[in-house]
């Protein structure tokens, strides 16, 4: 199935799929802060540096020192939003704090305008530039629509008329020029978000094959290995638990030989199902080859390894794998993090506690402390 019909993209530039949209904006939170700290931080000092040119255009006092205060005003939000934005945890309150400066920039392009006794063709353009920041910041599309709409009508209303030499035919090509900017913004931001979400899923499902394995759905070796390096590091840190479950299916070449290929596939997956069932949303379950497989169990010791082991043990014993196949057992090797151990010697210790369960009978547990 195509990956645009397994996620579609909405006419606002976002996945349908909430759970996939919210992880799209977990990841892209950092690129968005930064986005939104140098816009604002780049229109708060051309904005502000525009005073001069107000000093120039009007005589009135009062009227100027409120234009004063609302530039300086914009700027000082201007430079806390782009110090801010770095520290932002939340693609929520990212998008509380545009919508926020979107606001707050057009009520205040507009007072400056009122503060003007006449216009000139130049204050179309400033709505322009105004409008192009909106867009430019990372906002959702619908929030940008609706305040530059806002804006354009409000501006339309309470300054137009007050443009020197304006026509009737003039103001007809303003708005046309208005709503062709306004087209072309949410054209361009809808396909820049679409193929930012595109890429994502892209990226995601490459992720995916390189630490999944194909045939089973969970973690492949590489994976594990990452894992491992991750929880010993932890654990040697902060001095937590951490065991690791080799496990294996006896005689499971049996299977292939009498059954054929696909039955074993079958057995593999339903193996893993039943796993599944018996572990933590914490666990670290990969395959690591063949039908051996591997858990990892952070924040757990020996004692808590070996019941969550017997507990998988017994439901693989009593749980008929395959239709045509019977009696399927696993064998359990535990080992537990010890100071120093490195991922290499604590794979070790569990594989030949593995190799003692093996050569002990098959299907049952050895754990580290059982030898000892």
């Not at 770095?86 to 979107?102: G, P, S, V």
């Not at 063709?121 to 940008?144: A, G, Q």
């Not at 394995?213 to 994976?223: E, V």
């Amino acid at each position: 199935m195509d990956k645009n019909m397994r996620y579609p993209i909405s006419s606002f530039g976002e996945f349908v799929d909430k759970s996939v949209e919210s992880e799209f904006l977990v990841q892209s939170l950092s690129s968005s802060s930064k986005n939104t700290a140098q816009v604002v931080l780049a229109f708060g000092i051309i904005f502000t540096l525009f005073l001069g040119n107000d000093y120039l255009a009007i005589v009135n006092t009062y009227s100027l020192v409120l234009i004063t205060a609302i530039k300086v005003v914009f700027l000082i939000l201007s430079t806390a939003i782009f110090l801010y934005s770095k520290h932002i945890t939340e693609h929520r309150r990212l998008i509380y704090l545009i919508n926020a400066y979107d606001i707050y920039m057009g009520l205040g392009f507009l007072f400056i305008l009122k503060q003007y006794e006449s216009l000139s063709y130049s204050s179309v353009f400033s709505l322009m530039t105004v409008i192009l920041v909106i867009y430019l910041l990372p906002n959702r599309i619908i929030f940008s629509q609706i305040i530059s709409v806002m804006l354009s009508a409000a501006f339309f209303l309470s300054s137009a008329q007050r443009i020197e030499g304006l026509k009737q035919y003039d103001i007809y090509m303003i708005i046309a020029y208005q709503v062709v900017l306004l087209i072309y913004c949410n054209l361009n931001v809808y396909l820049t978000c679409s193929s930012k979400r595109k890429q994502f899923i892209v990226n995601r499902e490459l992720l995916t094959l390189s630490t999944t394995d194909p045939l089973t759905g969970i973690y492949n070796r590489a994976k594990l290995d990452e894992e491992l390096d991750k929880w010993i590091n932890y654990s040697n840190r902060y001095a937590y638990p951490l065991s690791l479950i080799i496990f294996d299916i006896d005689d499971f070449k049996k299977v292939n030989d009498s059954k054929g290929h696909l039955a074993g596939d079958e057995v593999l997956k339903n193996i893993v199902a039943t796993i599944k069932d018996c572990i933590r949303n914490t666990d670290v379950f990969a395959r690591w080859g063949g039908e051996e497989f591997t858990i990892l169990l952070p924040n757990t010791d020996i004692e808590q390894a070996g019941k969550m082991a017997e507990r998988m043990r017994r439901c693989i014993s009593e749980k008929q794998m395959h239709e045509s196949v019977k009696n399927i057992s696993c064998s359990f090797g535990i080992a537990t993090f010890e100071k120093d151990d490195s991922p290499q010697s604590l794979f070790q210790k569990a594989d030949a506690l593995l190799l003692q369960a093996k050569a002990g009978g098959k299907n049952r547990i050895v754990t580290s402390s059982s030898t000892q």
